[in-house]
Every structure is written in C-alpha cells, then in structure tokens.
C-alpha cells in the first residue's frame, strides 16, 4: 500500500487548509449519514421501508467531483444518492425525513431514498432505472449549452450501467455536440451481485472501463476513486474541458462500496437488514473485501491530512462529533415528523401551471 | 377570428413554429429534424434549438427529460409512435415520474410528437394504434387531434403545459386539409368537444375514426337516426364528463376506436359509462373496434381488422333497434 | 473468388438488382405497396456474405432486406408474391418488404426498427453455440444502427460471451435523410466496436472481391468459437432511401462515377479483366436475372390474396 502521507499532495490546487478540512468533513458526514441510515433497520425496523443503497465506500470520489462544480453547475444521479445532496449542502435532516418517509422529507415523502433531489442546489434528480438518468445529465448539458452560461452538468452512473444503451446514445450524443457534461462512471467493481468481469467485455479482459469513451472519440480517465483530491483533479480538468466547450469526458472513478449493494428485500413483516456484502456472500472473497476495509478512503484522507499537518486529531474529533450529532438530529427528527396525509398521494401528479 | 386553411401536419408544425417564436425555451430535436442549414427551423431557431439526432431513441427521450429538469421545453419529434416503444423506460417511468416523485419540486415539460395509426402497408411495427399501452400512465398527458384546428391548438398547449405530453398525430389524416385560426390557438385538454349534436344515440370517436362516425352519422340521418358524435381530442386527461352528459341524453352509446379491443379508449369509457350511467342506458354500450391482431400487411387483411364506416352504421343501428335481447 | 465463385455472386447480384428494379415499378404500379427500401448499389455485400454461408448459418437483416433474402436463398417468387401481398408470400402476406422470414433458407428475418435485429442475432448464435453447432448467425444492419442503444449492449455482450456471430455493417453513409457526420464523430464503424475488442475492419463494400476476402478470412474463426467480428462495408445506395424519397438531400452522382462505383460493373470489369470470367458470358447474367424475375412477376399475380380472416387468426399460434 501506498503511504497515505505521501500519495496525495497537498500543495499546487491552492485548495487551502480549510477547504481541505471541508471536503474531509463532508466525507465524514456522508459516512455518518449512511451509518445511520443502516442502523435504522436494526435500531427502529420497519421506519424505512423499500429499497436504500448506500455510499460508503464512495465519498471521497462523491466530495472530490462535486468539490470540481461551481454554482450553476448540475448533476443527476442514480439511486444510490445519498451523498451528492449532502456535498451540495442539503438539510440531512429533510433528506433523513424523506427516507423515512415523512411529510417534511425532501421531496414530501414521495421519491424515499431512491429519489432524493435538490434542484435549487442542482441537484436535478435521479432514475431508479439503470443508466437511463444518463440522457438526463446529458440533455440537462444541451440546455446549458442552448443558455450559454458555461454551467457543466454532471452525470453519475454506476458500472453496470455502462451496459446501457442509454450509456451509448448519450455519450456519442454529447460528443457530437460537445455538450458540457462530465460522465462520472463510479466503478465500484459490482453491479448488485454481478462483477464487472462478468458482464463487461472490458472488465473481462482487464482492461479500464475508461476504455469505452475511445468509442466516441472522448477522453476517458481512470482516477483511485478513494483519493478526494485524485478525484477533484481529474474533475477539474474534465469540468475546465466542458465550461471551454471542448465536450464532454468520461471518468471512471475506481471505488470500493462498503455495504451490500442495498438492503434486504422481503415482503412486507419481515424485518429488513442490510446483508453482507457481496464480495463474501455470493464469492467469498474475504481477503477482498478485508483490504478494501483497509483502504477505507475515510480514515485515509484523514491519515493523509493529519500527515501533511492540514488536520490535527482533536479537530478530526471534533469533526466526527460533529457529524454524529447532526445525524442524530436528522434521525430524532425524521422519526418525530409526521406523516403525510394520504390524500396527498394524488397531488403532483401534474404539475399544475405557474400562477 | 381569421382563419386560414392548411393541412393537419402543417397545423402541427405551424403551432410549434408559433411556440418556438414565443418562447425560446421551446426546443426541437429528432430523426427527421433540421440537419440541413436550409432547414426552415434551422434558419428560425438555429442548430442550437433545432437538432437533428442519431437513431438514439434512449438518448433523445432522456436527453428531453434533461434539458426539461434544466428548465428547457423540448419538443422531441419521434416520428412514428413504435420508436417510442425501444425507449419505453424513458416515456413511461421517467418524466412522468419525477415531478411527484420529487414532491412537487421538479417539472418535466416536454412534448413527445409521434404518427401512429399508418394502416397502408407497412405491417405489423410501423401501424400501431398505441396510445391505449399510455393513456393509464401517470404523469403523462396524451392528446389525438382528428382536425387541423385541433391540431394546432392542441400542440401549442402541449408546449405550454408543464408535464410530458405524448402528442400523437393520425398518419392517414396527415394532408386533410381544414380552417385553422390564425396565430395564437390553444386547445384546453380535457376538454372533450361535441362534432355534431343528435339525440338518439353518442358516438364516441378519436383520430381517425372522427371523420368516419361522422360519415356514419351522416348515412344514419338519411333514415331518421340523429347520432351525436363526440370527439375527447386528449385521452389523458379524459373528458368522460362530456360522454355521460351526452348517454344520459341519448341513452345509448357506441364507442369506435382504431386501436385493439383491450387497449383503447372505448374499453375504458364502456367501464366508466357501465358505472356511472348504467341508469341512463336503454342498450348495452357497443365498441367499433380495432381487431385483438397485428396489422397484417397485405391490404385486404389490413381492412379486415379495422373499424370502418359500415361496421359503425351497423352497430348504432342494432342499439337503436335493440328490445331486450342481446346486441 | 475463384471463377465459379464470382460467376455464383455475380448471378446473385444481378438477381437482386432485377429484382429490386422491378420491384420499383411494381411499387410505381401500386402492385406493391407500403414502404419499399431497396439495396440497389449495395448487392455486392449480400452476394458476398450469404455466398460464403451454410444453410443452417442464420440471417437477419432490417428494413432493407430484399438482397439478404434473396442472397441466402429465399426463392425469388415467394419473397415477390410477399411484396405483393399474395397467399403464397414467405409470410402469407402478412409480413411484406419489411419482415421478410424464410427460416427453411436459414433467413430468419428483416425487421423495421433499425438495430432491432442485432439482438435477435446474438440469441441466435448463443442457441447454436448451446446445442454445440458450428453455423453461425449473420446480422446485417446499417450505420445508422450503431447510434442505437442496443448496438453497444450487443457488442459488449457477444464480444464476452465470444458468440459466434457475425455483425455487418453496410455503411453507405447515410441513415435516412441524414448522413453519417450528423449522428456521431466516429466515422468508422470498426473504430466504434474496437475498445471492446471485436475483430474485424472496413472494406470497399462495392469491391465485391475484397469484400468476398474480408468474410473468408473473418468467417472460420467466427465459426470455429473464436468470437464475433464485425466487418464494415462501404457502400453505396443509387437509390433514395425508400422508394419515392425526393433524395434532395445528397448529391447526385453522376452516370460516369455511378460506372465507376456500381458493384456489378466493377466485379464484371476486374472478372473479365483477370480471366476469371470471358466477355461473352455477361450479358447471360443479366438475361437470366431478368427473365426470372418476370416469370417471378406472373407468378406471384397468379397467387390470390389472402383470405382477410388470416389476419386475426395468426395473432396467436395455435
Ligand atoms: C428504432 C427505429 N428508429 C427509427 C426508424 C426509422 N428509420 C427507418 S430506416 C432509418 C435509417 C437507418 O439507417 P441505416 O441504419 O444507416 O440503414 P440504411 O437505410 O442506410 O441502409 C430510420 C431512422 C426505425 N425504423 N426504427
Ligand atoms: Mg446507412
């Protein structure tokens, strides 16, 4: 392994000690947030209900693209969406509440977990269908190439949406009109219980799922995922490459998710829990996953600004109490506020006129 | 109001031209759009709202999802209704969804323009009355002009609504010719209009099959049977208002429809009649419809499982002349 | 090609450009009807490809599939009383230019949604691959199905699973009304399939020589369970791109590069000119197609229509 002090270097972004401190503090408010959302299903069963993924594992590659963007900007995501709304400043507790089902979510309790969005954040919203919020980002880049503002649109997908023909159309779209729009493809090695060598002729010849963009004759990276600030870099080019006009990039972010791929899915009674990961249920590969626990870009970014002087333990400490109280609080609230009315149901379903 | 008179697909382009004038936030994109700098929207709008696409369905539908999410109004020109059908997911359970999915906080204002019902030889995937596989679809607007008029008046406010509407134009009625206001010309959807009154029996009718109860009401004059002939113009929302209003009047009701039996429109207004105005009927509702079956090609099996002008005379007259037996 | 190769494509060629040609009339004519795509220009890589395939290797083809079906064997009266909606059409009548079926000739289909039949190759190739079958399935399709969504998740699928399968490309530049610079950057079709390691390249579709080449040298490895291959074919359609298109919107070509270029032309020059074929024997080709395709015409008006009940009665097998 390589030694966390050395193998991010802190100086030349001009980031500064207190941005670097913030994108560790989102981390680890990502990380909190998540936890608690998995400990719900033990500590109060059947408040969540349906289906909840988690983005442990990823919040170094979530905190270093979204740290690429600047106001304007935009992104969409997939169902696995916890993080992005907290890197853009969303309230935890309404995103909590939401997923918790409760009038005062983020969406009022209609889109739970899956659907969270934040659109005055830009945060546009995401598809609970594989790939296909892929077009979404990319349209959403066609109409900030139409408004000419040089805002640059995100779009974050998993591996196994790579397969997605909406993966293909869009990107070939978005090269040919140079749309400003950075495909974010957060290979976490696994699509639900599938490697990615089983399903990625790619993958399956040990090759980067990056390789793909030269199919549209689009740059493609690959960054260590686990690496903020490798994360923040690549963006950054990508983002610069997009505002300029020169189109759009892919970039495969190489992360390792920490939980299963989402809860356990029962019919209605049986107490939902978050299952082991993959990686040891389905392959057994407990070595695997031991050293991606060990490479946990958490305490590693931690490790690395506490090295590079950036960070001292008792601010770390203080960041994760911190963390942990809000999320307390997100929880305390979410579990206090009230319910829809079920009327409610039927409101939204179009969207009525602007007065 | 001045009118002029045009065809119904230059009613259709002449309301998005309207629109795309009006409000830049109107974009086009298609197969078959622009693509050529002589293109008349190209030199209107520019190549930056007026985009020829590649055979990307996915993209195009998702692409419009997008750019309505960022605050545009695409119009996506996806020229016959079964392409509609290789992007399935992003028609009916992705713009549909997102504004009450998110609460109310996002908009998805979008128009899908797709042709259906072109029954003149080219078979089984390019014939399709679909619409019925989208009118239960929440979230989505569908609209079935059968006029020029309604043409242009229901495009504009498809443009101007705030969610995604499947606008779908009838390939055979594509050059009638029709009286078509000049400029601004909304249709209100959810507004069902009455084509010709009559007191004895309601024919409901869309697309295509408009112009064909009226030619039956027509023949049913000439022998003293007044059909009234209602036309729903959107059947999502549906105006079933208007058709109960009319049964409880006639007290019989024959609904025709293009598309297969099981998923069409006269399927569901039957049910909604069978429950609201079962007190009103004086005969049991009969449906003109499409035929359970793919478009066969060749031209007489084409004819075969199509409504069509006889087949709707014969069935008012059986419920005129029903006594309590079967229809 | 060796000589009794080039004279089996070359009558295969001339079959189908008789063919297509009438079926132009006929369609001028109103004895065929619907919408009509024809290959005319193109039959160089059908006559290639199908001239090197089993019985029992599979076709698809899309909306432009007359030259696949005729290639691969379909008889030329049956596919003609199809287009004119006979009872004894391949489909009954049902089915028509765009859906011509001939599974006893190992055509197993044309479909009208561009790239629709991609899959339905790749299905059909892992079902001979199962049964341990060394016939392959052949796709043709056109550029413009690279744009679609279902191209890529093919590719990727039959380059993992090594399929034996097929894909070819007739990339004549243009899909429908627009040509190829407007749907994608990548000019190429091999350079779209090369990240994912397909083998295979781009030929002059209208060399029918190097496209006969190309398939001889992509094909046993196909068969052999090595893996797909994709072979690009650059051709190009005299025709506009269904019959009636106004074609405004390419340059016309000239009678004198139309010479240059029409694959038939080219093959009888370099046949004749190598020794493979004597001048004589030429205009037979063309007498031969021709004639056939008029016995073909009187037949098929001898086959009545349908019997208009067929139509529903086959919306389930029974
Ligand atoms: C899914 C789908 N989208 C659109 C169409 C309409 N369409 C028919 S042929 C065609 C062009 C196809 O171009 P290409 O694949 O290059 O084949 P070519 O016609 O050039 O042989 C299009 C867009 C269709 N039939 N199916
Ligand atoms: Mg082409």
Same mark, same amino acid.
């Given at each position: 392994?390589?030694?966390?002090?050395?193998?991010?270097?802190?100086?030349?972004?001009?980031?500064?000690?207190?941005?670097?401190?913030?994108?560790?503090?989102?981390?680890?408010?990502?990380?909190?947030?998540?936890?608690?959302?998995?400990?719900?299903?033990?500590?109060?069963?059947?408040?969540?209900?349906?289906?909840?993924?988690?983005?442990?594992?990823?919040?170094?590659?979530?905190?270093?693209?979204?740290?690429?963007?600047?106001?304007?900007?935009?992104?969409?995501?997939?169902?696995?969406?916890?993080?992005?709304?907290?890197?853009?400043?969303?309230?935890?507790?309404?995103?909590?509440?939401?997923?918790?089902?409760?009038?005062?979510?983020?969406?009022?309790?209609?889109?739970?977990?899956?659907?969270?969005?934040?659109?005055?954040?830009?945060?546009?919203?995401?598809?609970?269908?594989?790939?296909?919020?892929?077009?979404?980002?990319?349209?959403?880049?066609?109409?900030?190439?139409?408004?000419?503002?040089?805002?640059?649109?995100?779009?974050?997908?998993?591996?196994?949406?790579?397969?997605?023909?909406?993966?293909?159309?869009?990107?070939?779209?978005?090269?040919?009109?140079?749309?400003?729009?950075?495909?974010?493809?957060?290979?976490?090695?696994?699509?639900?219980?599938?490697?990615?060598?089983?399903?990625?002729?790619?993958?399956?010849?040990?090759?980067?799922?990056?390789?793909?963009?030269?199919?549209?004759?689009?740059?493609?990276?690959?960054?260590?995922?686990?690496?903020?600030?490798?994360?923040?870099?690549?963006?950054?080019?990508?983002?610069?490459?997009?505002?300029?006009?020169?189109?759009?990039?892919?970039?495969?972010?190489?992360?390792?998710?920490?939980?299963?791929?989402?809860?356990?899915?029962?019919?209605?009674?049986?107490?939902?829990?978050?299952?082991?990961?993959?990686?040891?249920?389905?392959?057994?590969?407990?070595?695997?996953?031991?050293?991606?626990?060990?490479?946990?870009?958490?305490?590693?970014?931690?490790?690395?600004?506490?090295?590079?002087?950036?960070?001292?333990?008792?601010?770390?400490?203080?960041?994760?109490?911190?963390?942990?109280?809000?999320?307390?609080?997100?929880?305390?609230?979410?579990?206090?506020?009230?319910?829809?009315?079920?009327?409610?149901?039927?409101?939204?379903?179009?969207?009525?006129?602007?007065? | 109001?001045?009118?002029?008179?045009?065809?119904?697909?230059?009613?259709?382009?002449?309301?998005?031209?309207?629109?795309?004038?009006?409000?830049?936030?109107?974009?086009?994109?298609?197969?078959?759009?622009?693509?050529?700098?002589?293109?008349?929207?190209?030199?209107?709008?520019?190549?930056?709202?007026?985009?020829?696409?590649?055979?990307?369905?996915?993209?195009?539908?998702?692409?419009?999802?997008?750019?309505?999410?960022?605050?545009?109004?695409?119009?996506?020109?996806?020229?016959?209704?079964?392409?509609?059908?290789?992007?399935?997911?992003?028609?009916?359970?992705?713009?549909?969804?997102?504004?009450?999915?998110?609460?109310?906080?996002?908009?998805?204002?979008?128009?899908?323009?797709?042709?259906?019902?072109?029954?003149?030889?080219?078979?089984?995937?390019?014939?399709?009355?679909?619409?019925?596989?989208?009118?239960?679809?929440?979230?989505?607007?569908?609209?079935?002009?059968?006029?020029?008029?309604?043409?242009?008046?229901?495009?504009?406010?498809?443009?101007?609504?705030?969610?995604?509407?499947?606008?779908?134009?009838?390939?055979?009625?594509?050059?009638?010719?029709?009286?078509?206001?000049?400029?601004?010309?909304?249709?209100?959807?959810?507004?069902?209009?009455?084509?010709?009154?009559?007191?004895?029996?309601?024919?409901?009718?869309?697309?295509?099959?408009?112009?064909?109860?009226?030619?039956?009401?027509?023949?049913?004059?000439?022998?003293?049977?007044?059909?009234?002939?209602?036309?729903?113009?959107?059947?999502?929302?549906?105006?079933?208002?208007?058709?109960?209003?009319?049964?409880?009047?006639?007290?019989?009701?024959?609904?025709?429809?293009?598309?297969?039996?099981?998923?069409?429109?006269?399927?569901?207004?039957?049910?909604?009649?069978?429950?609201?105005?079962?007190?009103?009927?004086?005969?049991?509702?009969?449906?003109?419809?499409?035929?359970?079956?793919?478009?066969?090609?060749?031209?007489?099996?084409?004819?075969?499982?199509?409504?069509?002008?006889?087949?709707?005379?014969?069935?008012?007259?059986?419920?005129?002349?029903?006594?309590?037996?079967?229809? | 090609?060796?000589?009794?190769?080039?004279?089996?494509?070359?009558?295969?060629?001339?079959?189908?450009?008789?063919?297509?040609?009438?079926?132009?009339?006929?369609?001028?004519?109103?004895?065929?009807?619907?919408?009509?795509?024809?290959?005319?220009?193109?039959?160089?890589?059908?006559?290639?490809?199908?001239?090197?395939?089993?019985?029992?290797?599979?076709?698809?083809?899309?909306?432009?599939?007359?030259?696949?079906?005729?290639?691969?064997?379909?008889?030329?009266?049956?596919?003609?009383?199809?287009?004119?909606?006979?009872?004894?059409?391949?489909?009954?009548?049902?089915?028509?230019?765009?859906?011509?079926?001939?599974?006893?000739?190992?055509?197993?289909?044309?479909?009208?949604?561009?790239?629709?039949?991609?899959?339905?190759?790749?299905?059909?190739?892992?079902?001979?691959?199962?049964? /341990?079958? &060394?016939?392959? +399935? *052949?796709?043709?399709?056109?550029? @413009?199905?690279?744009? =679609?969504?279902?191209?890529? $998740?093919?590719?990727?699928?039959?380059?993992?699973?090594?399929?034996?399968?097929?894909?070819?490309?007739?990339?004549?530049?243009?899909?429908?009304?627009?040509?190829?610079?407007?749907?994608?950057?990548?000019?190429?079709?091999?350079?779209?399939?090369?990240?994912?390691?397909?083998?295979?390249?781009?030929?002059? /579709?209208? &060399?029918?020589? +190097? *496209?006969?080449?190309?398939?001889? @040298?992509?094909?046993? =490895?196909?068969?052999?369970? $090595?893996?797909?291959?994709?072979?690009?074919?650059?051709?190009?359609?005299?025709?506009?791109?269904?019959?009636?298109?106004?074609?405004?919107?390419?340059?016309?070509?000239?009678?004198?590069?139309?010479?240059?270029?029409?694959?038939?032309?080219?093959?009888?020059?370099?046949?004749?000119?190598?020794?493979?074929?004597?001048? &004589?024997?030429?205009?037979?080709?063309?007498?031969?197609?021709?004639?056939?395709?008029?016995?073909?015409?009187?037949?098929?008006?001898?086959?009545?229509?349908?019997?208009?009940?067929?139509?529903?009665?086959?919306?389930?097998?029974?």
């Amino acid at each position: 392994m390589t030694d966390p002090a050395t193998d991010t270097a802190f100086d030349g972004r001009g980031l500064g000690t207190e941005r670097l401190v913030e994108l560790y503090r989102q981390m680890v408010r990502i990380r909190e947030f998540e936890e608690r959302v998995k400990r719900t299903f033990a500590e109060h069963p059947g408040v969540i209900r349906g289906h909840t993924h988690l983005a442990d594992g990823a919040e170094a590659s979530i905190v270093g693209s979204v740290a690429a963007l600047r106001p304007g900007d935009q992104l969409t995501a997939t169902y696995r969406c916890h993080g992005y709304p907290i890197a853009l400043g969303s309230d935890t507790a309404a995103m909590m509440a939401e997923i918790y089902g409760r009038a005062t979510g983020t969406c009022g309790g209609y889109g739970g977990s899956m659907h969270l969005c934040d659109p005055e954040r830009g945060f546009l919203g995401t598809s609970g269908i594989v790939g296909q919020g892929i077009p979404h980002a990319t349209g959403a880049a066609w109409a900030a190439q139409i408004r000419g503002d040089r805002d640059v649109v995100l779009g974050f997908f998993g591996d196994g949406a790579s397969k997605q023909g909406a993966f293909h159309e869009s990107l070939n779209i978005a090269a040919l009109w140079k749309l400003p729009v950075v495909y974010v493809l957060e290979n976490n090695s696994f699509s639900a219980g599938v490697r990615t060598e089983q399903e990625d002729a790619n993958a399956a010849a040990g090759e980067p799922l990056a390789t793909k963009a030269r199919a549209y004759s689009m740059p493609g990276v690959t960054v260590d995922g686990g690496d903020p600030l490798a994360v923040y870099d690549a963006l950054s080019a990508a983002v610069a490459r997009a505002r300029a006009g020169e189109g759009p990039t892919l970039v495969e972010s190489r992360v390792y998710r920490l939980s299963a791929h989402g809860n356990s899915i029962a019919p209605p009674g049986v107490p939902l829990h978050y299952p082991e990961h993959e990686a040891i249920s389905r392959f057994g590969a407990v070595e695997e996953y031991e050293a991606a626990k060990r490479g946990d870009p958490v305490p590693r970014f931690r490790a690395a600004l506490v090295a590079g002087g950036v960070l001292s333990d008792a601010l770390a400490r203080s960041i994760l109490a911190d963390a942990a109280e809000e999320m307390q609080h997100a929880v305390d609230t979410a579990l206090a506020a009230p319910f829809p009315e079920p009327a409610a149901a039927l409101e939204h379903v179009y969207a009525e006129a602007p007065a | 109001m001045s009118t002029h008179e045009t065809t119904y697909i230059g009613a259709v382009m002449e309301a998005i031209d309207l629109e795309m004038a009006r409000d830049e936030r109107v974009l086009l994109l298609g197969q078959s759009v622009g693509g050529r700098p002589d293109d008349p929207f190209v030199q209107r709008y520019g190549e930056n709202r007026v985009r020829v696409t590649p055979i990307s369905e996915t993209a195009e539908i998702g692409m419009a999802v997008g750019a309505a999410l960022a605050g545009m109004r695409p119009v996506v020109d996806a020229t016959m209704a079964e392409f509609l059908l290789v992007a399935m997911d992003q028609v009916v359970n992705e713009g549909n969804r997102f504004h009450h999915m998110s609460g109310g906080r996002v908009r998805v204002p979008m128009v899908l323009k797709a042709g259906y019902g072109f029954t003149a030889g080219w078979a089984g995937q390019h014939t399709g009355s679909i619409y019925g596989m989208f009118m239960g679809v929440p979230g989505l607007k569908v609209a079935l002009p059968s006029t020029p008029a309604d043409a242009k008046g229901l495009m504009a406010s498809a443009i101007r609504d705030d969610n995604p509407v499947l606008f779908l134009h009838h390939y055979l009625l594509t050059l009638d010719r029709g009286e078509v206001p000049d400029g601004e010309h909304l249709v209100p959807f959810g507004q069902a209009v009455i084509r010709r009154p009559g007191a004895d029996v309601t024919l409901v009718a869309t697309g295509w099959t408009v112009p064909m109860a009226l030619a039956a009401a027509a023949t049913l004059a000439a022998d003293g049977i007044e059909a009234e002939v209602i036309d729903p113009r959107t059947i999502a929302p549906l105006d079933t208002a208007t058709v109960l209003a009319s049964v409880r009047r006639t007290g019989r009701l024959v609904l025709v429809d293009q598309a297969t039996r099981h998923a069409s429109v006269s399927a569901v207004l039957a049910a909604e009649v069978a429950e609201a105005g079962f007190d009103a009927l004086r005969a049991p509702i009969v449906q003109v419809t499409g035929l359970d079956a793919g478009i066969a090609y060749s031209r007489p099996m084409e004819e075969h499982v199509l409504p069509d002008e006889a087949k709707v005379v014969a069935a008012v007259r059986r419920v005129v002349e029903y006594s309590g037996t079967r229809v | 090609m060796d000589a009794e190769q080039t004279r089996a494509v070359l009558a295969t060629m001339w079959r189908i450009r008789a063919f297509e040609e009438r079926v132009g009339q006929l369609k001028r004519a109103d004895e065929v009807h619907g919408l009509i795509h024809l290959s005319i220009g193109q039959e160089g890589v059908a006559a290639a490809v199908c001239g090197q395939l089993r019985t029992d290797d599979a076709v698809y083809s899309g909306h432009r599939a007359h030259g696949h079906a005729l290639a691969k064997g379909a008889p030329m009266t049956r596919a003609l009383a199809e287009l004119m909606g006979r009872r004894d059409g391949l489909c009954r009548g049902m089915g028509g230019s765009m859906h011509l079926v001939d599974v006893e000739h190992g055509f197993l289909g044309a479909t009208g949604v561009v790239g629709g039949n991609i899959p339905l190759a790749l299905g059909t190739a892992l079902a001979l691959h199962a049964a /341990g079958r &060394d016939a392959v +399935a *052949v796709v043709f399709f056109g550029d @413009g199905a690279v744009q =679609a969504g279902l191209f890529a $998740e093919s590719v990727n699928l039959a380059a993992l699973w090594r399929l034996p399968v097929l894909l070819v490309c007739e990339n004549n530049g243009f899909a429908e009304f627009s040509p190829r610079s407007a749907h994608t950057p990548v000019e190429r079709v091999r350079d779209v399939v090369a990240p994912y390691g397909l083998v295979g390249g781009t030929v002059d /579709g209208n &060399d029918v020589d +190097a *496209v006969w080449a190309a398939v001889a @040298g992509l094909l046993p =490895a196909v068969r052999a369970g $090595e893996g797909p291959a994709l072979l690009e074919c650059l051709t190009h359609r005299l025709r506009g791109h269904y019959e009636g298109d106004p074609d405004r919107y390419r340059e016309a070509v000239s009678s004198a590069e139309w010479r240059e270029r029409d694959p038939i032309a080219r093959l009888q020059r370099a046949a004749t000119g190598d020794g493979r074929l004597d001048p &004589d024997e030429l205009p037979g080709f063309e007498r031969t197609a021709r004639d056939q395709v008029e016995r073909a015409v009187l037949a098929a008006r001898e086959s009545p229509f349908p019997d208009a009940a067929l139509a529903a009665s086959l919306a389930y097998r029974r």
